[in-house]
């Protein structure tokens, strides 16, 4: 295949915008078309949090190793896109407690501390009298902590505008509202036709897929199954002016994070609901329960504002990021479950290695082929 020099980019989350951003750089011509807005879907919805090791307990795992490549890149990355858009993205090294609620807890805590250490620095188990130094607004039921220096959180919705903003400045044609788009010819050599309902037609020689949750439905006109579903999240946010939460706390049911605008983010569920985005009273309230017992002073409070959005999962809960074998001139970059906002800049450079022919550091762990009946892992797909 010629070197290509048209990038079409379908979806236009913060996984579109992010590797858009990245082409772009790297000097393809490149268009994102997306259905509704920018970020209107589970990248405007997400809590923000950079958590390689509170989101992977068990063990060193390539995942693990991409969600820790990621967080590593995310400083720079920030920090490039804030000095060409000068917007503010809101990244925090806050640093992460999870706690210990039952003797118990303390077992997984130990395991995680014994082998993360290896990869990350700042790791600490606190006891209760320590970690309320620490977080002293906790409850006193909390036994103890493990503390990582080394998370970190960024303000979502305002880093999806700051790419949006990036990948305008860099030249990157941005589509909008472009409704139901289909892929209507591809030809090996001669690229992709690509139709939109509201904005019309388009021919690339590549086409990036990160159409999120909806990616199953894209399967439709590609030569392979698609293993995505939407797992909906629900998520909601107090109004705690004053800064009573210093760091990101985990506790096994929910997780609370405080942004620069006063408020206090506590998500999130995992429900299967099909493509319903609307929030209930039950998964609401169940966050509300556990953010009164976390923390006393929200017992009689209610949540300033409550939303959902929609995580892209596959059956492994690993993304799905590299080329389609029989269509070469389609690469995929979707799945990213619950952490799609950390691994935005991991997966921006292995898709702008793949668009230059490179195949990248992970070889094709996050492939499609693990979901063949010859590439199965783990016992899924
Ligand atoms: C409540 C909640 C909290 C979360 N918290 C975190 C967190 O703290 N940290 C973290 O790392 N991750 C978090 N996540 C996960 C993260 O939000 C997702 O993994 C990430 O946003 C996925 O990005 P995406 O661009 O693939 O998907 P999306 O943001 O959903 O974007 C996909 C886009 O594709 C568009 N689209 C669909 N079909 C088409 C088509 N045919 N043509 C063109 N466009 C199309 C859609 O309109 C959509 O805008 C959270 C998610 C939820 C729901």
Redesign the pocket.
């Known amino acids: 295949m010629t070197k290509p020099t048209e990038v079409l980019i379908?979806?236009?989350?913060?996984?579109?915008l992010a590797c858009a951003w990245e082409a772009a750089r790297r000097g393809f011509r490149t268009t994102v078309?997306?259905?509704?807005e920018f970020?209107?879907?589970?990248?405007g919805?997400?809590?923000?949090?950079?958590a390689p090791y509170s989101e992977n307990p068990e063990s060193p795992d390539p995942f693990f190793q991409l969600c820790a490549e990621s967080h590593s890149l995310y400083p720079a990355w920030v920090r490039e896109l804030e000095e060409l858009t000068g917007r503010s993205a809101e990244l925090r090294h806050s640093g992460s407690l999870n706690v210990a609620f039952h003797e118990a807890d303390f077992l997984s805590l130990r395991a995680r501390l014994e082998w993360q250490s290896k990869y990350g620095a700042g790791f600490e188990l606190l006891d209760a009298a320590e970690l309320r130094r620490l977080e002293p607004a906790l409850s006193e039921r909390a036994l103890g902590a493990l503390y990582c220096s080394d998370e970190s959180h960024v303000h979502a919705p305002q880093l999806v505008g700051v790419l949006e903003e990036a990948c305008r400045r860099s030249g990157v044609r941005l589509v909008a509202h472009?409704g139901?788009?289909t892929l209507l010819k591809r030809a090996a050599g001669e690229g992709v036709i690509v139709e939109s309902s509201f904005a019309g037609r388009w021919q690339a020689d590549r086409v990036v897929v990160?159409?999120?949750?909806?990616s199953g439905?894209?399967q439709e006109w590609l030569p392979v199954h698609v293993p995505v579903h939407p797992i909906r999240?629900q998520?909601c946010a107090y109004d705690v002016q004053g800064g009573h939460i210093r760091h990101m706390v985990f506790s096994s049911q929910a997780y609370w994070v405080g942004k620069n605008d006063g408020s206090l983010v506590c998500?999130?569920s995992e429900d299967m609901a099909g493509f319903d985005r609307s929030v209930t009273e039950q998964g609401i309230g169940r966050l509300t329960r556990w953010s009164g017992s976390v923390y006393p002073f929200l017992q009689d409070k209610r949540p300033s504002r409550s939303w959902?959005?929609?995580?892209?999962a596959t059956l492994d809960g690993w993304p799905l990021i590299g080329c389609i074998p029989e269509a070469p001139e389609l690469i995929m970059a979707?799945g990213?479950?619950?952490?799609?906002?950390?691994?935005s800049p991991a997966t921006a450079t292995l898709v702008g290695d793949l668009l230059q022919g490179k195949s990248g550091k992970f070889g094709n762990a996050f492939g499609i082929e693990r979901f063949s009946p010859a590439g199965k892992r783990r016992g899924v797909g």
Not at 33 to 36: I, P
Not at 45 to 50: D, K
Request: net charge positive.
């Open positions: 379908l979806g236009g989350g913060i996984i579109g078309v997306e259905a509704g970020g209107g879907q589970a990248s919805a997400a809590a923000g949090l950079l472009a139901n788009v990160c159409t999120g949750a909806w439905f894209v999240g998520i998500g999130a959902a959005g929609l995580r892209p979707v990213h479950y619950r952490n799609g906002i950390l691994l």
